[in-house]
């Protein structure tokens, strides 16, 4: 069964103790933050304060996607502020040996991000220091994109990927998950599914959003 990681960007700033508890009663067990700098992508959201007030609010996994543009220097301040799954983009990162052998010796697991155009092959030497592969399925930036449609076959060749090298990386997707799509992700391969407005945003509660999406990648 593919896990459910709920973005909290998608989620009330001033409430994110009481959008966690929503989640986590509903049956969350990870969180996803999006931490963007303003300069690898044009927004800017968490740093390691909000994450460490996270850790605080939940014994869930914190799930830290590092969307800077200098993603080395920030995984000491997420590790410390309790992040427990660090994932840098390999758009912007030259030394991804060293990043993500940094991020496992500090104790948390280590993921890569690949953006829509990047090609797949930047896997092919990482598989042995990986324990997550995140697979965008929009261009980052921004909450509540549409999913791009070529995505069901890009998750399908990462996971075939992920297959061939032996690898037990998690393969996670992010962007556009929803009650449409949620299905369609974990049916090419999904694992965990990353899903901001399907969880904090239309009508009914939390728990009633996430049980229909629940409900949604049961295939």
């Known amino acids: 069964m593919a896990r459910i990681a709920p973005s909290l960007l998608a989620a009330d700033p001033l409430r994110l103790g009481a959008a966690i508890a929503d989640a986590a009663s509903a049956g969350a067990d990870w969180f996803h933050l999006d931490v963007m700098d303003g300069r690898f992508v044009p ?11 996270c850790r605080a609010a ?18 000491d301040p997420f590790v410390d502020a309790g992040a427990d799954v660090v994932t840098v983009h390999a758009e912007t990162d030259p030394n991804l040996h060293r990043t993500l052998t940094r991020i496992r010796e500090r104790g948390a697991r280590a993921g890569v991000a690949l953006n829509p155009a990047t090609p797949l092959g930047t896997l092919e030497p990482l598989w042995p ?3 997550l592969v995140l697979v965008m399925t929009v ?7 549409a999913w791009i449609e070529t995505s069901d076959l890009r998750i399908e060749r990462t996971r075939a990927a992920r297959d061939a090298a032996g690898s037990d ?3 996670e ?16 391969g999904a694992e965990v599914l990353v899903a901001g407005s399907a969880v904090y945003g239309g009508d009914g509660t939390v728990a009633e959003r996430w049980a229909a999406l629940r409900r949604a990648a049961e295939v």
């Open 129 to 131: 220091l990986l324990d």
């Open 43 to 53: 927004n800017l959201t968490f740093g390691p304060a909000t994450c460490a007030a």
């Open 169 to 171: 990386a998690l393969l």
């Open 58 to 75: 939940t014994d869930a996994v914190l799930d830290v996607h590092l969307m800077v543009a200098r993603p080395a220097d920030w995984i």
């Open 139 to 145: 261009n980052p930036g921004f909450g509540g994109q």
């Open 173 to 188: 997707v992010d962007g556009g998950v929803d009650r449409a799509t949620a299905g369609r992700a974990v049916r090419a």
